[in-house]
């Protein structure tokens, strides 16, 4: 493994997150090939969270961009100030004096502009933001065609001031929930990440990094529990989120340990489907809490 | 530097995945090749990771990546020339040379089916036209002229498929909401007045589609004129992505990509292709599979609040339930709406009886005949809103 991975590791894992290397060779050669990193995965496995540790990491600024369907250059670019552009007009006009060429040039100038995250990820001058642009999917293919252009030029052209490059490359990530498909030349620009639900002992980790307090035998029966909900079929499966807000949910009940009748009260911090509650029974909420308290017992005698 | 073997042996790494379905463009093995020139390339699941970064690898495709780079992808990548590719054993429904290339034979023209003279209506019926007989005329029944006129007249039909509003503002000369960008441009060149306003307005917007054909041995009669139907819709929509096609028997086949390789022509001869490329054409069903495949593969990509899903199937499939109940219960959550085309629901005596049909019942929005062009008709505002 090169060492500035396992570098990039040790210090997001100080940063309080857990990667494995898949997040990180990814996370590396986004930051050396300097192209966007595209992240896909379920719901609450920690998309979002890669931009704000990696800020943290580089100690600058995360910008975001929420899409949303219906977002345009107006939202996520720049929009003229019109009622500040419209104000100086007036006030222009009663002083007199000055020529149309020289009111035109003061409306439009640069403090007339609002910025929005994508220009202000291109015009920050203290070093490259780390720009994320958190769920692609919910903008639409016209917004996407957009920001292809954005992001193989880092340069916009406003029609009234010309066109800014630039003044560093930023760090840009993308997150989708696949709730539809990416086009592919987008998908092109970037590099590719699909990040899966952790494996028990990672989960455990990240457990007893984000809440300490939960003790090592409490996180072990969590993470085994959140496991076995995982292996049934339901419709939403709790993600990494999910289970850091029972932790919490369950050290606020003083839970030194899984019972059955604090779990099913914490349930709903875990299952946010009616479905899904209905369809893990009695008898499969026993099993699964066996599972998990098996491991207490096994800890124990160890 | 890149040493020479690293190049072929990606290169020879890349075309294995492409035989394979998986999409890897030239732009995507420069990226593969920048992306090992940074890692340790003695490190050989590190090499795995960025292989998988750069060149895109999505999930549905994670199981042949990883199957090929075991095969491909020696420890010792300096030493690739002692490594011919062995002959792909991932099994491919369209690719894959282990699956034989059996020739399936698109559905036969049901030929001995064309209407007797007698049959057809004479001229000095009341209110008689041509397109009307040809609308209710069931589809075991049509001739290969009346296909060509049906594809006209859908054609025409399907351009009424306008629906819900978009939630992107357009310029509008009528009216809406004020663009105040625009109306102060044009205000400009009046001197600061506002001699009028600019406005914007949400426009309409087509539903995307995602059609699931059955195309097994008791759907025959009537597959053609579906998928007929569905091209025309496919012809139609704003643009290639809002539709999506797939075919299902024993095992499900996305029809989309194919789509789009094909010329345009005429429906017939783009009908025979796909029938090519779908095995075991006419074969038996497993509905219940084929659906919990595409919902386990595509349903998070393809299908969201703007989807229509439309089904088509006779649903006579002796099968487990569980996954077919499995499997639309996830499409109607997920779906705007969930039709389900039953040929045999022409019948006025038809009642949902057939086990899976039963079954799937209380998750379809709606099902509806699909015997004739006039039942296809009566589909069409469900398409819309």
Request: charged content about 30%; some cysteine.
């Given at each position: 493994?090169?060492?500035?991975?396992?570098?990039?590791?040790?210090?997001?894992?100080?940063?309080?997150?857990?990667?494995?290397?898949?997040?990180?060779?990814?996370?590396?050669?986004?930051?050396?090939?300097?192209?966007?990193?595209?992240?896909?995965?379920?719901?609450?496995?920690?998309?979002?969270?890669?931009?704000?540790?990696?800020?943290?990491?580089?100690?600058?600024?995360?910008?975001?961009?929420?899409?949303?369907?219906?977002?345009?250059?107006?939202?996520?670019?720049?929009?003229?100030?019109?009622?500040?552009?419209?104000?100086?007009?007036?006030?222009?006009?009663?002083?007199?004096?000055?020529?149309?060429?020289?009111?035109?040039?003061?409306?439009?100038?640069?403090?007339?502009?609002?910025?929005?995250?994508?220009?202000?990820?291109?015009?920050?001058?203290?070093?490259?933001?780390?720009?994320?642009?958190?769920?692609?999917?919910?903008?639409?293919?016209?917004?996407?065609?957009?920001?292809?252009?954005?992001?193989?030029?880092?340069?916009?052209?406003?029609?009234?001031?010309?066109?800014?490059?630039?003044?560093?490359?930023?760090?840009?990530?993308?997150?989708?929930?696949?709730?539809?498909?990416?086009?592919?030349?987008?998908?092109?620009?970037?590099?590719?990440?699909?990040?899966?639900?952790?494996?028990?002992?990672?989960?455990?980790?990240?457990l007893r990094a984000r809440v300490p307090e939960a003790g090592a035998v409490l996180a072990a029966e969590i993470g085994r529990f959140v496991q076995a909900l995982r292996r049934r079929q339901l419709s939403k499966a709790p993600g990494v989120a999910e289970t850091i807000d029972w932790a919490q949910a369950l050290l606020h009940l003083h839970s030194a340990h899984l019972d059955r009748e604090t779990v099913e009260q914490t349930l709903g911090c875990l299952l946010k489907d009616h479905h899904d509650l209905r369809e893990l029974g009695p008898d499969a909420l026993t099993a699964d809490l066996a599972d998990a308290v098996a491991a207490r017992e096994e800890t124990a005698a160890s | 530097m890149i040493p020479a073997d690293l190049v072929h042996h990606l290169a020879r790494f890349s075309r294995a995945l492409r035989e394979h379905g998986v999409a890897v463009s030239l732009s995507d093995e420069a990226d593969g090749l920048e992306a090992l020139t940074l890692v340790d390339v003695g490190d050989r699941d590190e090499v795995r990771r960025a292989l998988s970064a750069a060149l895109k690898i999505r999930p549905r495709d994670a199981a042949v990546f990883a199957e090929l780079f075991a095969l491909l992808w020696s420890s010792g990548a300096a030493d690739p020339a002692a490594h011919r590719p062995p002959p792909p054993r991932v099994p491919d429904p369209l690719h894959g040379p282990s699956a034989p290339r059996r020739a399936p034979r698109p559905a036969a023209w049901p030929a001995g089916l064309v209407p007797a003279a007698d049959v057809l209506p004479t001229g000095d019926e009341p209110g008689f036209s041509p397109e009307a007989v040809l609308r209710q005329k069931p589809f075991e029944e049509l001739s290969a002229a009346d296909l060509q006129a049906m594809e006209r007249l859908l054609a025409r039909l399907t351009l009424r498929l306008a629906t819900r509003p978009s939630r992107r503002l357009v310029p509008t000369p009528g009216r809406g909401t004020i663009d105040l960008r625009r109306s102060f441009r044009k205000a400009l060149a009046h001197g600061g007045e506002f001699l009028s306003l600019a406005r914007r307005t949400r426009p309409i917007e087509r539903a995307r589609l995602v059609v699931l054909c059955d195309t097994s041995g008791s759907m025959d009669p009537y597959t053609r004129f579906l998928l007929t139907f569905v091209l025309a819709l496919h012809r139609v929509a704003r643009t290639s992505r809002s539709t999506e096609i797939f075919a299902f028997n024993t095992s499900l086949v996305r029809l989309t990509p194919s789509l789009r390789s094909l010329r345009p022509e005429r429906i017939d001869l783009v009908l025979d292709k796909l029938a090519a490329r779908v095995p075991d054409w006419s074969g038996g069903t497993r509905i219940g599979e084929c659906l919990a495949t595409f919902t386990h593969a595509y349903l998070d990509e393809l299908v969201n609040g703007q989807t229509i899903v439309l089904i088509l199937s006779d649903g006579l499939d002796r099968g487990d339930l569980t996954p077919l109940q499995g499997a639309l219960r996830a499409l109607q959550r997920r779906a705007r709406r969930v039709l389900w085309l039953n040929p045999l629901a022409g019948d006025r005596r038809y009642e949902p009886t057939a086990r899976a049909m039963a079954a799937a019942l209380p998750y379809v929005d709606h099902l509806l005949p699909a015997h004739n062009l006039e039942s296809l008709e009566r589909l069409l505002p469900l398409l819309t809103a």
């Open positions: 493994m090169r060492p500035e991975i396992a570098e990039l590791q040790d210090a997001m894992e100080r940063l309080g997150y857990i990667a494995d290397p898949a997040i990180t060779t990814a996370l590396f050669l986004s930051r050396e090939m300097r192209r966007p990193l595209l992240i896909e995965g379920d719901a609450g496995v920690g998309k979002t969270e890669i931009a704000k540790v990696l800020a943290r990491l580089l100690e600058t600024e995360l910008i975001r961009l929420q899409c949303y369907e219906g977002l345009d250059v107006s939202t996520s670019l720049y929009e003229w100030n019109y009622q500040r552009q419209m104000l100086r007009l007036r006030i222009a006009e009663q002083d007199g004096g000055k020529t149309a060429e020289e009111i035109e040039d003061l409306i439009f100038g640069r403090s007339y502009l609002l910025e929005r995250p994508l220009l202000r990820a291109i015009t920050r001058r203290e070093g490259p933001p780390v720009l994320l642009i958190d769920e692609i999917d919910r903008a639409d293919d016209a917004f996407e065609a957009f920001l292809l252009e954005v992001l193989s030029d880092f340069q916009v052209t406003i029609p009234e001031l010309g066109t800014i490059r630039a003044e560093h490359v930023p760090y840009v990530i993308l997150t989708s929930n696949r709730t539809r498909e990416i086009g592919d030349a987008l998908r092109r620009r970037c590099l590719y990440l699909y990040i899966e639900h952790p494996s028990l002992d990672k989960e455990v980790r990240i | -």
